[in-house]
């Protein structure tokens, strides 16, 4: 097999997605206990500009070089966004908790609150993307960008209706206040047409996968449908207990430890 293989995309973007995020969880943990969080976020810009300029300089490309090349600077630009939300430094006007009792709109508008600046940065920038891609004959980045991005609305939606199991492990000093906003709840009236929505889409991009009579095309549509499939597939992790936790706790400093070293145990 080589890298034109759509096995060989697929099982490129679950790595992608399981490193990355791994990364992401890694760093802002190190940043926690040091009390470094802006630093953290100005040292991994680089990242996010490098990200940036190779979707820009990929836009026109056809090769399976650059279908790969686009689908990583989507994850660097989209990886940098999410650092810079997890430590705290772009997150919302609001940093309480949730206060118990309040009218629906009210507890809607005091969640919207806490997540306003990172949801209006995300959006300018998919909307950037989507200008600057216009008419592009790569679209793998921008699409990829994209799916993220919807993937992400839904679950903090759900989120925030009610699921059966909420994630707060990797929560940050930063966003203790976040989970407060959330519910456990058995159901709600969003989560069918999510995943839905998510499996319809996954559907349509492995048809394209084996329509498309181009490598390029081919490595491109494998990549986005497993990414679309790891954002159903998260979405189901959030109704079924299972400890998908433990694909990244293992490789994270424990936090009982890093309170007891300091934030000199970095330095």
């Not at 997540?115 to 959006?123: D, F, K, P």
């Not at 491109?220 to 998908?244: I, K, N, Q």
């Amino acid at each position: 097999m080589t890298l034109a293989s759509p096995w060989i995309a697929a099982l490129v973007a679950l790595f992608a997605w399981w490193a990355s995020t791994g990364a992401i969880l890694v760093v802002v943990r190190r940043a926690d206990r040091a009390g470094r969080d802006v630093a953290a976020v100005l040292a991994t810009l680089p990242l996010g500009l490098a990200g940036a300029a190779v979707f820009w300089l990929t836009l026109e490309a056809t090769s399976v070089a650059a279908a790969y090349g686009a689908f990583f600077a989507a994850l660097a630009v989209w990886g940098w966004l999410e650092l810079a939300f997890l430590t705290g430094v772009v997150t919302g006007p609001s940093r309480l908790a949730a206060k118990p009792g309040v009218p629906e709109w009210e507890r809607f508008i005091r969640a919207w609150g806490t997540v306003a600046y990172h949801e209006m940065t995300l959006t300018a920038a998919l909307i950037a993307m989507a200008l600057t891609g216009q008419g592009a004959a790569n679209k793998v980045g921008l699409w990829t960008f994209a799916i993220l991005y919807a993937a992400r609305i839904s679950a903090k939606l759900n989120l925030y209706l009610g699921v059966r199991k909420v994630n707060t492990e990797f929560i940050p000093r930063a966003l203790t206040h976040l989970p407060s906003h959330f519910r456990e709840a058995r159901i709600n009236w969003l989560f069918p047409t999510s995943v839905t929505a998510l499996s319809f889409a996954v559907a349509c991009l492995l048809e394209r996968v084996v329509m498309a009579d181009m490598d390029a095309a081919r490595v491109g549509f494998s990549l986005l449908a497993t990414m679309c499939a790891l954002a159903l597939l998260e979405h189901w992790f959030m109704v079924v207990r299972l400890p998908d936790e433990k694909l990244w706790r293992w490789m994270l400093p424990k936090k009982e430890v890093l309170l007891e070293e300091g934030p000199d145990a970095v330095r």
